[in-house]
């Protein structure tokens, strides 16, 4: 195993096959840093903090963990089964953050952290010196939250919760059924990550039916939940585009799946077992497992942390951003990890120069569209009051249910420069 101290570092990245020249900007050899702060997870949260540290003070050394040559985003994913969007559209590459922000990223993954010792050491067998540690991992799966699920268990009955072969696979079976097949979701209970995500797969799934002579078929969304983000508009979307097509069955109406049979493909809630054609199971989830392994999750599975500079509750100089950590009322979404990240960045920035933590703002909207041309949004504004994060009053809301045509297709517009915006503030 290899100890890298920060002056090791630059050999490190030049000497080391998989990385490349492109890993580090020339400049950086000028520069005699201030303080290291190492990324893990290069996600919408990871990726933001790296570009927006960089900013902040380019006499800070930035290096990001990825697991992952690319990234490919979750957001926007539903529309893959619909053929309306290709994988291409939703990878990015590290190139920008590289070439552009001086941001050394190194492909390994992070598989322990040391707190005390303030180090990370990755699988590639590095360990790695910080100075301030960021944690975006994403969410991991509760694998054993129904009994029968599990990684095998997806090959059969696709989660496609991570963009990439489980959505190729999903839209592959939902392709390949019979007219007057049952396609069933699974929606998870609170929280997880995308909250309005398994509502906008139906309409997108039930849109794929209606137009390849499916529309025999039905789509039951079993939830373990008793409500869901934006429901009255999916409600009126699904009914306006789809009638009768999509049933929602509340966790009261005995929709929480408690178990799953892939041999007979059914699922078995408290009272019955339900056989589908089609089966999407969208599993509980929890802090990505870096987060859990590191002690940095509390007993709820996610991570808490000072709302003001995402510092962990757990251990001092870690931060934790984006779905891993507890952010208040604020949803886990790409938006908000990238707003997350942004705080973290200008919080990190002080503590590194002791002067005082500036005064945060947060903000997020998440688009959905349950039809192609029909946009529907939920956003909000968010302040620090004490010590946490709340919803700023008579800021966001939802979009109105009396909205008329033509507002839902510039709100279907405005989701896809959204994502425009978005992944060129983080990629480009
Ligand atoms: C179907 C779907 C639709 C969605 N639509 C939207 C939307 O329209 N709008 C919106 O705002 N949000 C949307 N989201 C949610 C959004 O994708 C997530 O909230 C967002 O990706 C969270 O960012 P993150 O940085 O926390 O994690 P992620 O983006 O998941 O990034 C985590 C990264 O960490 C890496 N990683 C994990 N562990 C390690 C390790 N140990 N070492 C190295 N690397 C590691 C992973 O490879 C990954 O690249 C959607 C999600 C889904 C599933």
Redesign the pocket.
């Known amino acids: 195993m290899t100890h890298i101290t920060r002056r090791d570092f630059v050999k490190y990245l030049a000497g080391t096959a998989g990385l490349g020249s492109a890993a580090y900007s020339p400049l950086s050899h000028a520069v005699k840093y201030q303080a290291r702060v190492i990324i ?8 933001t903090v790296a570009k927006y540290m960089r900013l902040a003070n380019p006499h800070v050394e930035v290096i990001l ?4 040559q690319q ?1 490919t ?6 529309e893959i089964l619909t053929r309306e969007r290709t994988m291409d559209s939703l990878t990015f590459n590290y190139d920008g953050l590289k070439n552009f922000y001086g941001v050394r990223v190194m492909h ?4 322990e952290i040391e707190p005390v010792k303030k180090q990370v050491v ?1 699988r590639g067998g590095q360990t790695l010196d910080y100075d301030r540690l960021v944690v ?4 991991a799966f509760r694998w054993d939250a129904i009994e029968g699920y599990n990684k095998a268990a997806s090959k059969v009955m696709p989660h ?4 990439g072969e489980q959505t190729l696979l999903l839209r592959r079976q939902l392709e390949a059924m019979d007219d007057g097949g049952r396609v069933i979701i699974v929606a998870p209970p609170n929280p997880y ?2 909250p309005p ?1 398994p509502y ?2 139906a309409g997108l799934i039930a849109h794929h039916l209606k137009h390849h002579k499916k529309d025999k078929s039905k789509i039951q969304i079993f939830d373990a939940k008793d409500k869901f983000a934006k429901k009255a508009l999916f409600e009126q979307a699904w009914e306006q585009h789809y009638p009768g097509m999509i049933q929602w069955i509340s966790a009261s109406n005995d929709g929480k799946v408690q178990a799953v049979d892939t041999k007979k493909l059914a699922v078995i809630t408290e009272f019955d077992e339900h056989k589908g054609a089609v089966i999407n199971v969208i599993p509980p989830q929890k802090a ?3 987060a859990e392994q590191a002690g940095l999750a509390d007993e709820s599975g996610w991570c808490p942390v000072n709302q003001r500079t995402f510092e962990s509750r757990i251990h001092q100089d870690i931060h934790v ?4 950590c507890i952010a208040g009322p604020m949803p ?6 990238n707003t997350q ?1 942004k705080v973290c960045a200008a919080a990190i920035d002080a503590l590194i120069s002791g002067s005082p933590t500036p005064e945060p703002s947060y903000v ?5 569209i349950p039809a192609p041309g029909h946009g529907i949004s939920v956003a909000g504004v968010y302040r620090l009051e004490g010590e946490k994060i709340v919803a700023v009053k008579g800021a966001g809301g939802v979009s109105p249910l009396d909205a008329s045509e033509w507002e839902r297709k510039i709100e279907a517009a405005y ?1 896809r420069s ?2 425009k915006n ?1 992944t060129s503030d983080i990629f480009l």
């Open positions: 893990i997870g290069g996600g919408y949260g990871g990726a963990i990825e697991k992952k990234y985003s979750c957001a926007l994913s539903n390994d993954e992070a598989t990755t975006s991992p994403g969410v496609a919760w991570f963009a990550k995308c995500g906008e797969r990505g497992l870096i951003i984006g779905d891993a886990k979404s790409a938006y908000s990890a990240a997020n909207t998440c688009y959905s989701a959204w994502f978005i």
